[in-house]
């Protein structure tokens, strides 16, 4: 069964959203609280704060947020947050809701790129491994594709606005790097890397809270979180399958008279492989945590106990310690680290 084997409490604020690196064989992750960075190292329940330079002019920043930073602000707020390791350090890169994109040198909270003021505020933003180099990938307005590994160069411009985008994942489909995006309103977007255009628009059965790629017996499929269910698609087709609740009887759908339609959905995912299985880790608006497993299209393990007061912002899979563990950080301001080894 699936234990808890590590929790903590970030010093401040909330985690809104976060990523994980491994620096010199240690796992970290990279947080936002909406008034600046931290990291968290689980090895050592260790803490760290970041201070943020603000990437524009005392002015530039005033005319898009109608004030000047302050003190309070601890540097640039982040409430999306991706990250990557380039020569040995970490780059963290994010933005909110009122202010564009920007990317840093952690340690020293020196900025290495940012979008113009004029592209307006950020929602989702996340790493992707495309040809085994990592970008960000940050959607707004306008939708951007960051070489990490090359500050100066120039943004990729993704075609379309972007901004109600719920979820973005990253892989090959038939050969060609590809990026998956997952929009609330517009269903599945997919678009090729090399060719810089969209390959294929579909229709989703249920409104987009998350995206994943898995494969399942050679093929790579789309994995779709909403509302409380997940349903798989095949990219080459556009074809839904697993269209319903799975396993209802094992894990409580019911809402409460007093819930508004929607409420304690599925709120973030991610997906990946506990021991040569796929699977995908679902967190919910209600504080529950879930492994599904891709291959037998049922819920495996939860809801874990015991799990978040509050909404879960964000759930990574990973590798801790030669353990696949799942990392879940929720609106009650815990981190918490799940074993997912079946053995």
Not at 38 to 47: C, G, K, L, N, Q
Not at 71 to 79: I, K, P, S, V
Not at 89 to 98: D, K, Q, T
Not at 268 to 296: I, K
Request: proline fraction near 6%; charge should be negative; charged fraction near 25%.
């Amino acid at each position: 069964m699936t234990s808890l084997v590590l929790s903590s409490k970030i010093p401040s604020g909330v985690i809104d959203d976060f990523d994980l690196v491994t620096v010199e064989g240690r796992l970290l992750l990279c947080a936002g609280d909406g008034s600046g960075a931290y990291t968290w190292e689980p090895s050592a329940d260790r803490w760290t704060e970041y201070r943020l330079d603000l990437p524009y002019r005392p002015a530039d920043f005033r005319e898009m947020v109608g004030h000047l930073p302050t003190e309070a602000d601890h540097g640039y707020r982040l409430y999306s947050v991706c990250a990557a390791v380039v020569d040995g350090r970490i780059v963290v890169g994010g933005a909110n809701y009122e202010e564009p994109f920007a990317q840093w040198d952690l340690a020293g909270g020196t900025v290495r790129a940012h979008a113009r003021p004029d592209d307006g505020g950020t929602g989702r933003t996340t790493t992707v491994w495309l040809n085994g180099r990592p970008f960000f990938i940050s959607c707004g307005a306008r939708t951007y594709l960051w070489d990490v590994e090359r500050p100066d160069a120039e943004p990729v411009l993704l075609p379309g606005c972007r901004d109600t985008v719920a979820g973005i994942a990253a892989g090959t489909l038939n050969g060609r790097p590809s990026v998956v995006f997952g929009d609330e309103d517009a269903g599945v977007v997919l678009w090729d890397v090399d060719t810089r255009s969209v390959l294929k628009e579909f229709t989703c059965p249920v409104p987009v809270q998350d995206v994943g790629l898995a494969t399942l017996d050679g093929h790579t499929w789309m994995v779709v979180a909403g509302e409380n269910r997940l349903v798989l698609g095949d990219p080459d087709t556009g074809a839904w399958e697993w269209e319903g609740p799975v396993d209802e009887d094992s894990i409580e759908f019911e809402e409460s008279e007093e819930a508004e339609e929607g409420e304690n959905s599925t709120s973030c995912m991610d997906v990946g492989v506990v021991g040569g299985r796929p699977v995908a880790v679902t967190g919910s608006e209600d504080g529950r945590v879930c492994v599904w497993s891709l291959d037998e299209r049922r819920l495996i393990q939860g809801p874990f106990t015991p799990g978040h007061g509050g909404e879960v912002n964000a759930v990574r899979i990973a590798d801790l310690d030669g353990r696949t563990v799942a990392v879940s950080a929720g609106q009650d301001q815990q981190v918490l680290v799940w074993d997912l080894e079946l053995s």
